[in-house]
C-alpha cells in the first residue's frame, strides 16, 4: 500500500506561484511514476504533469513553461511548482502515483487562482 498526502495548495492572485508538496509512504518500491491531476468544477479530472522513477517527465500542453514537477531520488516526495498562474488553473489538484497493480491517490488540495 501506498499513501499520499497534498500540501501547499491556497489562494493567490493571477501571475503569482505555489508549490505543491506530495508526501509518499508505504510500499514506495512498487512506484513506477508520480503525478499531479486537477479537477476543476463540472470538468474531468485531467492530467497535469507526471515524472517516472527515471526522471522523464511529461506535461499538460495547458502548463508547459509554467509548472514543473520534480521529486526526490526516493520517490518519497514530488513537488509541483507552478508560477505564471492563471484563474483557469483554479480546481483541485491530487497526487497520484502508479504502482505495479493499481494507481494511489491522494485527497486532493485545492488551489484558487484570483483575476
Known amino acids: 500500500q501506498v499513501q499520499l498526502v497534498e500540501s501547499g495548495g491556497g489562494l493567490v492572485q493571477a501571475g503569482g506561484s505555489l508549490r505543491l508538496s506530495c508526501a509518499a509512504s508505504g510500499v514506495l518500491f512498487s512506484i513506477n511514476a508520480m503525478g499531479w491531476y486537477r479537477q476543476a468544477p463540472g470538468k474531468q479530472r485531467e492530467l497535469v504533469a507526471r515524472?517516472?522513477?527515471?526522471?522523464?517527465?511529461n506535461y499538460a500542453d495547458s502548463v508547459k513553461g509554467r509548472f514543473t514537477i520534480s521529486r526526490d531520488s526516493a520517490m518519497r516526495t514530488v513537488y509541483l511548482q507552478m508560477n505564471s498562474l492563471k484563474p483557469e488553473d483554479t480546481a483541485v489538484y491530487y497526487c497520484?502515483?502508479?504502482?505495479?497493480?493499481?494507481?494511489?491517490w491522494g485527497q486532493g488540495t485545492q488551489v484558487t487562482v484570483s483575476s
Open positions: 497520484n502515483a502508479i504502482g505495479r497493480e493499481r494507481d494511489y
Open positions: 515524472i517516472t522513477r527515471t526522471g522523464t517527465t
